[in-house]
């Protein structure tokens, strides 16, 4: 317990050391690649991502799960999910926050304009000489906005001089682990993918979605015959129009992840929405719920729900969300489940998340008591400081829902009906000047049989042993349910003129209770290597590989993901 206090108060000594707040700017992106507790997003450098910033995920059919980015290309990054994080699949949707402050002096111009030259008469600077007109004035009606037509974007207006714009990326991927521990095997897993946007096919404001992938998996195994399996997943073909200020109507019809609530999963049927003047929203969706599994494929489940948004000005910077959903199995009454969440940004610098899902059991579930359970509960808030730090605290508690349909690879119904998940975790960073800083995290779980931590404390010095680089050092220690233990993980990092390349080291000592002799500790190592490769405007080549090896351990991975964006 000691131990746990102290890590604790060590993160809230980091966290409070930040002075000043700043702005930030969330960043679309998508997740590429899964590796452990790392994940890597299809933005870089080049859109202004660094070090340290956070990610907010939006995995479907569950909460947002927060990531901190570790490393940086210039196309793609790396992040590192926080612990305890359930599972991100490849396609995820993301937002990095970046300082406001970083890009505008990303976007401003290298060479400024020269300064006003001063008015004939000496006193204050002479009014812009305008080049003459070269296009005849536009027709205007007097019962529009002089400016309407200038700044529409629906249908009416001008909206249909919209020009199609195709935009997208396709991506090939390659994970080879050969494991040589108590017999060779070998596990291939390979993907070929798409994520292609036509905005605006119509001259509307609107876009086709297409996010496809085929995927295949192999094992060859010394022992056993060698499976093998190729799947299509078709994760989202859609078409939306409308959902601006100046067209409030939203609709999209096909297969695509909620909009408004992406916490309520993949549907195949039609959204309709509207947004008010204030920025509030409504709407509903009906359809089918594909299988949550890698194939996607059609299931004998479908859904119904309502869902609506209110936020308190047009700034945003406080929503409140609630939705219904209902949901059948092969005909039969199945899940009834009721979400809210809350969105709050009361100043630059500052956010907090949170999320509960609520299921009413009635008649027809057997294992669960009837009436209100309090089925998961995400919540997150987090500090920025200026350039001094950053420091976050989540919270939250999960139960499994009874349901009909296979959504969960459980078949204990006392697991059902006790199972349980609480964390408490605390993370952040300061620093401790231009070229060093601290960062520290700490985790504290409990399920219904058992609790643990999670906590590590790290250095890092930028352009220390070289230019145009970092490295760093952590210690860690794990307190699990089958094995704990401390750590060191020492790391290092370059970006060069077309590459950026990271790697990094990991000695770990477990204790095993109830293991006798040499398994009742165990020393583990692993050494991991990146490389991104810049290809030139729109190719790009990240390739890893990973040894693991010590006691009861003996593995080798070589990863590659190659994309092209356009």
Do not use: C
């Amino acid at each position: 317990m000691t131990r746990r206090i102290l890590l604790l108060l060590a993160m809230v000594g980091v966290g409070a050391s930040g002075l000043h707040a700043q702005e930030l700017v969330r960043i679309e992106s998508r997740v590429v690649s899964v590796s452990g507790d790392s994940i890597y997003l299809d933005r870089g450098r080049q859109a202004g991502v660094a070090p340290d910033d956070r990610v907010v995920l939006y995995p479907p059919g569950s909460a947002t799960v927060d990531a901190v980015v570790r490393d940086v290309s210039k196309s793609t990054s790396r992040a590192e999910l926080s612990p305890g994080s359930g599972a991100v699949p490849v396609g995820t949707r993301a937002e990095i926050l970046v300082p406001k402050e970083r890009l505008e002096a990303k976007e401003k111009p290298a060479n400024p304009e020269p300064a006003t030259p001063p008015s004939p008469s000496g006193v204050g600077p002479a009014p812009p000489q305008h080049p003459p007109w070269t296009h005849p004035p536009e027709n205007w009606v007097q019962d529009s906005p002089l400016l309407a037509q200038a700044f529409s974007s629906s249908s009416g207006g001008r909206a249909a001089d919209r020009e199609p714009q195709f935009s997208g990326r396709v991506y090939w991927q390659m994970n080879d682990t050969l494991d040589r521990q108590n017999g060779q095997r070998q596990y291939l897993f390979g993907s070929l993918g798409s994520d292609l946007h036509l905005e605006h096919p119509f001259g509307r404001a609107g876009s086709f979605d297409f996010q496809t992938d085929v995927f295949h998996n192999a094992a060859i195994l010394p022992d056993a015959p060698d499976d093998s399996s190729t799947t299509l997943s078709v994760r989202r073909l859609s078409y939306f129009e409308g959902g601006t200020p100046d067209d409030p109507t939203r609709w999209e019809v096909g297969r695509f992840l909620q909009h408004e609530f992406p916490e309520l999963g993949t549907v195949d049927g039609v959204d309709w929405s509207r947004r008010t003047q204030s920025g509030s929203r409504f709407g509903a969706n009906v359809g089918g719920m594909p299988d949550p599994f890698i194939g996607m494929h059609d299931s004998q489940d479908s859904q119904a729900s309502l869902y609506g948004r209110w936020v308190a000005d047009r700034s945003g910077r406080l929503a409140l969300g609630g939705a219904y959903q209902n949901t059948w199995h092969e005909g039969k009454q199945d899940r009834n489940l009721f979400l809210g969440t809350l969105d709050y940004v009361p100043r630059p610098g500052f956010s907090l998340r949170s999320a509960v899902w609520v299921d009413y059991y009635g008649a027809g579930d057997t294992i669960k008591s009837h009436g209100f359970e309090l089925t998961e509960l995400q919540t997150q808030a987090f500090w920025s400081f200026m350039k001094s730090g950053g420091f976050g605290i989540s919270l939250s508690h999960r139960r499994i829902p009874e349901l009909l349909r296979d959504e969960f690879p459980i078949t204990s119904t006392d697991l059902i009906k006790h199972g349980k998940y609480d964390r408490v975790g605390v993370n952040g960073w300061h620093a401790l000047g231009e070229h060093t800083r601290l960062s520290a995290r700490a985790d504290l779980w409990q399920d219904q049989s058992d609790n643990g931590l999670r906590g590590e404390v790290g250095m890092a010095w930028r352009d220390l042993l070289y230019r145009r680089g970092e490295v760093g050092v952590a210690v860690f220690t794990v307190d699990g349910s089958f094995s704990s233990g401390e750590g060191l993980r020492l790391s290092a990092s370059k970006t060069f003129d077309r590459a950026f390349g990271t790697l990094a080291y990991e000695l770990a000592t477990f204790d095993q209770p109830g293991f006798a002799g040499t398994q009742s500790t165990l020393a583990h190592h692993d050494l991991f290597g990146s490389l991104d490769l810049d290809l030139g405007k729109k190719w790009s080549l990240s390739i890893l590989g990973d040894k693991r090896f010590g006691d009861q351990q003996d593995a080798y991975t070589l990863g590659l993901l190659l994309q092209l964006r356009f």
